[in-house]
């Protein structure tokens, strides 16, 4: 049996082997994803992101725990930083979840940013894809921290919940950053601290000065105690709320739509990518653009324009 088949018989362990594949970039991995895809698409995917220091794992955990008091299957999607020394994920994420590793109707994995901005890892879509066609019934994704780019997990995720924790700072960085456009949900984690009300009062302000469009949903501010439970259920009936609205208001088609688009042009632009290279190292270009760039009698633009064309040309030829 190939992994994909392996996966779809309810096997963890091919499951494992197959994320692992993905993220490490491996070719027949991308075979794989061809049989799994018709069985995807049945997930609620959730997003988690906010600045470091939030709670985000915690609230991930009781938001788990949570879904799980529900029956809901549950995959988790933690990204982590990423190693300076081996590349790979640090895996803190998973530590602090470690009380669902027994439970059969969970499955975690943690992938590293391997550098990519957005707060995501690449491989994040096609893991999710997996847990996706293992029958994971929502599936959690944690990003690293989000800054002012860092935003792709809205791109991503059906309802994306910003966290936020009052000490930080100036609370209103948050609105600098840009989080209010992104969030459908959004929490003060560690609510018991000093200057939690103002936090949410902040934000709850803020979000009634936006110039939202008639019809859309109005994000609602939770105040959470994600070490102790408080604001547990309320933050996962918010979520619940925000998916049904999404089913009832038509909304969900066209978000769905996006979310392919964005994947299929990711996918395209990374195999150019991958083409251009394997192109010119065939015959040293690459090598031979940059030392003519060095002295100035190449620019990259046009350099680009003739790699382009001599690829179309070989792609014509044959």
């Known amino acids: 049996m190939s992994l994909a088949d392996q996966v779809l018989d309810g096997d963890i362990r091919a499951a494992a082997r197959m994320m692992r594949d993905i993220d490490d970039g491996r070719p027949h991995a991308v075979e794989e994803l061809k049989r799994l895809y018709p069985h995807t698409g049945k997930a609620y995917i959730i997003g988690i992101t906010g600045p470091p220091g939030a709670g985000k794992s915690t609230l991930v955990d009781q938001l788990t725990a949570s879904f799980r008091k529900k029956g809901k299957r549950v995959g988790v999607v933690a990204i982590d930083p990423t190693s ?3 590349g ?9 979840m470690n009380r669902h590793a027994s439970d059969e109707g969970v499955f975690i994995r943690s992938l590293a940013t391997r550098g990519a901005l957005g707060g995501l890892s690449r491989s994040t879509s096609d893991v999710g894809l997996v847990m996706d066609a293992m029958g994971m019934e929502v599936i959690i994704i944690e990003t690293v921290g989000v800054g002012q780019d860092e935003v792709d997990i809205v ?6 919940c910003v966290v936020m924790v009052p000490g930080l700072g100036d ?3 948050a609105i600098k950053a840009g989080i209010l456009e992104i969030g459908d949900v959004f929490v003060v984690n560690k609510s018991d601290r000093d200057g939690a009300d103002r936090t949410a009062r902040e934000l709850t302000t803020m979000l009634e000065m936006r110039n939202a469009p008639e019809g859309s949903w109005h994000p609602r501010v939770i105040k959470t105690e994600a070490q102790r439970g408080p604001g547990m259920d309320e933050l996962s009936g918010e979520i619940l709320a925000h998916r049904d609205f999404l089913f009832t208001s038509g909304q969900l088609a066209g978000f769905v739509r996006e979310r392919n688009q964005r994947h299929f042009l990711d996918i395209l632009r990374d195999g150019l990518y991958r083409h251009a290279m394997e192109f010119m190292g065939r015959d040293g270009s ?3 653009v940059v030392d003519a760039m060095g ?4 620019d990259p633009y046009s350099a680009a324009e003739a790699v382009i064309a001599r690829m179309q040309g070989g792609a014509a030829g044959r």
């Open 84 to 86: 300076p020394f081996t």
């Open 88 to 96: 790979g994920a640090i895996l803190g994420d998973r530590i602090r």
């Open 155 to 160: 791109k991503t995720a059906h309802t994306t």
């Open 171 to 173: 609370d209103i960085q």
């Open 286 to 288: 690459l090598e031979k």
């Open 295 to 298: 002295d100035n009698t190449l």
